[in-house]
Nanobody
Framework: QVQLVESGGGLVRPGGSLRLSCTAS????????MGWFRQAPGKEQEFVAA????????YYADSVKGRFTISRDNAKHTVYLQLNSLQPEDTAAYFC??????????????????WGQGTQVTVSS
């Protein structure tokens, strides 16, 4: 069983930055595909970014490409999401997710086995 715990959310002004962290316990972290998703009130869950454990390949939603960066520290069992140039439309609860195996289908939430509890990001002046 893998448990994921996110942290780092908060209130930030437009144009600001945050770094989200997601620490995993259990499992072989380096083998997991790690993903970040977000969900705003009244909206569907949205893929944000993913990172392969095998080759450290990274994948981004078009809406965040160039502004957000996903990274991981396998020794610390932690995946990060650096959020830069934040805009009000980035306001959402952000969730990390993990799956063991192929990165295929990384945009789909239903392929991930484990989920964190979420951390809120609010972008407002």
């Amino acid at each position: 069983q893998v448990q994921l715990v996110e942290s780092g959310g908060g209130l930030v002004r437009p144009g600001g930055s945050l770094r989200l962290s997601c620490t995993a316990s259990g499992g072989t972290f380096s083998s997991y595909v790690m993903g970040w998703f977000r969900q705003a009130p009244g909206k569907e869950q949205e893929f944000v970014a993913a990172m392969n454990g095998i080759d450290s390949g990274t994948y981004y939603a078009d809406s965040v490409k160039g502004r957000f960066t996903i990274s991981r520290d396998n020794a610390k069992h932690t995946v990060y999401l650096q959020l830069n140039s934040l805009q009000p439309e980035d306001t959402a609860a952000y969730f990390c997710a993990a799956r063991y195996g192929t990165v295929r289908g990384y945009r789909r939430g239903d392929i991930y086995t484990y989920w964190g509890q979420g951390t809120q990001v609010t972008v407002s002046s």
